[in-house]
């Protein structure tokens, strides 16, 4: 008979403990007093500093040595932390001995300050020391310093402006339109011409061209014996080009019958009896208005009949009267 043994539970641990230190890293700046001079920790060569050098090492005590030939070298126990460290390497003056390490010194504090960029047009471009920062109306943070901001919309020119940051600064920019020609072909001689209700000219016996400022704009154009001509016109940046059409004034006619003439037994309106002719055409009205120029006029009662022919002026009023005589031979 087989005897079984009691079920024994032994626990064996193995632990195998693999310790992996990476080691951080910082800063280490040195300042030689004469450059170029050899950068040396721990024994190994870092590199040249002509006068500065610059690079990351690894935390924690190191001996730095400075050295350049012809000089008594620099030696110093140095003490790296997170912050990095910066050591001014006088050479010669300590003649090879190792100094203590020097105290590490925190960088100051970043103070930034607010920039505010405002401008008489929303929506312009800020740029500072050359980099877009935004857009007006702007505000933003920059540390103590000289800054350049330009300020650039189209249609305008450029703003610049250089400001020395010491506290919270502001820049109010006025820019100032581009001109571009507005080109209204060949006008009336003597035609004013005016935007908005400001005249800026007066057309001569050539092309009428005006610089003026891109936007939107009532144009109106006047001369004697027009009627005054007026549009809205928008202007963009590569200007504008535009050939007005004048339109004459009319001229203005009434009849009228002198009373030495009109026979008093006649009963009604004496006006029934007479027809009016402008051009072969019968008028309705015996006033009313006719383009300038030379137009005959025809007026007919009963078995008489009288035409003449006439040149009306624009903007002219007239007043047509009939005569009658008799002539004995």
């Given at each position: 008979m087989?005897?079984?043994?009691?079920?024994?539970?032994?626990?064996?641990?193995?632990?195998?403990?693999?310790g992996?230190?990476?080691?951080?890293?910082?800063?280490?700046?040195?300042?030689?007093s004469?450059?170029?001079?050899?950068?040396?920790?721990?024994?190994?060569?870092?590199?040249?500093?002509?006068?500065?050098?610059?690079?990351?090492?690894?935390?924690?005590?190191?001996?730095?040595?400075?050295?350049?030939?012809?000089?008594?070298?620099?030696?110093?126990?140095?003490t790296?932390?997170?912050?990095?460290?910066?050591?001014?390497?006088?050479?010669?003056?300590?003649?090879?001995?190792?100094?203590p390490?020097?105290?590490?010194?925190?960088?100051?504090?970043?103070?930034?300050?607010t920039?505010?960029?405002?401008?008489?047009?929303?929506g312009?471009?800020v740029?500072?020391?050359?980099?877009?920062?935004?857009?007006t109306?702007?505000?933003?943070?920059?540390?103590?310093?000289?800054?350049?901001?330009?300020?650039?919309?189209?249609?305008?020119?450029?703003?610049?402006?250089?400001?020395?940051?010491?506290?919270?600064?502001?820049?109010?920019?006025?820019?100032?339109?581009?001109?571009?020609?507005?080109?209204?072909?060949?006008?009336?001689?003597?035609?004013?011409?005016?935007?908005?209700?400001?005249?800026?000219?007066?057309?001569?016996?050539?092309?009428f061209?005006?610089?003026?400022?891109?936007?939107?704009?009532?144009?109106?154009?006047?001369?004697?014996?027009?009627?005054?001509f007026?549009?809205?016109?928008?202007?963009?940046?590569?200007?504008?080009?535009?050939?007005?059409?004048?339109?004459?004034?009319?001229?203005?006619?009434?009849?009228?019958?002198?009373?030495?003439?009109?026979?008093?037994?006649?009963?009604?309106?004496?006006?029934s009896?007479?027809?009016?002719?402008?051009?072969?055409?019968?008028?309705k009205?015996?006033?009313?208005?006719?383009?300038?120029?030379?137009?005959?006029?025809?007026?007919?009662?009963?078995?008489?009949?009288?035409?003449?022919?006439?040149?009306?002026?624009?903007?002219?009023?007239y007043?047509?009267e009939?005569?009658?005589g008799?002539?004995?031979?």
């Open positions: 087989r005897l079984n043994r009691p079920f024994l539970t032994l626990c064996m641990i193995f632990s195998l403990v693999f992996a230190f990476a080691q951080s890293r910082a800063m280490l700046t040195v300042i030689a004469e450059g170029p001079a050899q950068v040396i920790l721990d024994g190994k060569l870092l590199g040249i500093g002509n006068p500065t050098f610059s690079g990351q090492v690894s935390t924690g005590n190191h001996e730095l040595v400075v050295r350049k030939s012809g000089l008594p070298e620099f030696r110093q126990r140095i790296i932390g997170a912050g990095g460290l910066t050591v001014n390497a006088q050479l010669g003056g300590s003649g090879g001995a190792v100094l390490a020097p105290t590490p010194t925190p960088p100051p504090a970043v103070v930034n300050y920039l505010s960029v405002n401008a008489n047009v929303a312009a471009d740029f500072i020391n050359g980099i877009q920062a935004g857009k109306p702007f505000t933003g943070q920059v540390s103590r310093g000289s800054y350049n901001v330009v300020v650039r919309a189209p249609g305008y020119n450029d703003y610049s402006q250089s400001v020395s940051v010491t506290g919270a600064a502001v820049v109010n920019a006025s820019l100032n339109p581009i001109a571009v020609p507005l080109n209204l072909g060949n006008l009336f001689p003597g035609a004013e011409v005016f935007l908005n209700g400001t005249k800026i000219g007066v057309a001569g016996g050539s092309p061209v005006a610089q003026v400022a891109p936007g939107t704009y009532t144009l109106t154009v006047r001369a004697g014996g027009f009627m005054d007026s549009i809205q016109i928008t202007v963009g940046t590569g200007g504008f080009s535009y050939t007005p059409a004048l339109q004459p004034m009319m001229a203005s006619y009434s009849f009228e019958i002198p009373a030495s003439m009109t026979n008093p037994a006649m009963k009604g309106n004496p006006w009896q007479i027809q009016l002719y402008i051009d072969g055409a019968a008028q009205d015996f006033k009313g208005q006719v383009q300038p120029g030379r137009h005959t006029l025809r007026m007919v009662s009963g078995a008489f009949l009288i035409e003449f022919v006439y040149d009306f002026e624009s903007g002219k009023s007043t047509i009939p005569f009658a008799m002539m004995v031979k």
